[in-house]
């Protein structure tokens, strides 16, 4: 059984940075995509970033390109999500995930597409 420990979140001032970090353990496979999701009250989750651990590949929202940096650790299934020049807009339940079959749905950003979710990290950001 797949386990994603999210850690990193915090509370920052807009223009401030964050780093979060999600490990996962029990997979098996030898690639894995790994999703960055967010979620406000009242609003569905959505996708942040996700990379594909088999070839680096990256995906990015469109809310986030230029400002979030996912990458990979080097523990085998850790990764990391570098967000700076952070927004209030960006206030959210931060959520890692992953799926079982080893590699990124279509669309990445597709929640349905991943099967396994961390207990999700809090991110505030103050104006």
């Known amino acids: 059984q797949v386990q994603l420990v999210e850690s990193g979140g915090g509370s920052v001032q807009a223009g401030g940075s964050l780093r979060l970090s999600c490990a996962a353990s029990g997979y098996t496979r030898s690639s894995a995509c790994m999703g960055w999701f967010r979620q406000v009250p009242g609003k569905e989750r959505e996708g942040v970033a996700a990379?594909?651990?088999?070839?680096?590949?990256?995906y990015y929202a469109d809310s986030v390109k230029g400002r979030f940096t996912i990458s990979q650790d080097n523990a085998k299934y850790t990764v990391a999500l570098q967000m700076n020049g952070l927004k209030p807009e960006d206030t959210a339940i931060y959520y890692c995930?992953?799926?079982?079959?080893?590699?990124?749905?279509?669309?990445?950003?597709?929640?349905?597409?991943?099967?396994?979710w961390g207990q999700g990290t809090q991110v505030t950001v103050s104006s």
């Open positions: 995930a992953t799926n079982w079959y080893g590699r990124c749905p279509a669309p990445w950003w597709g929640r349905f597409g991943y099967s396994d």
């Open positions: 990379i594909y651990t088999g070839s680096g590949s990256t």
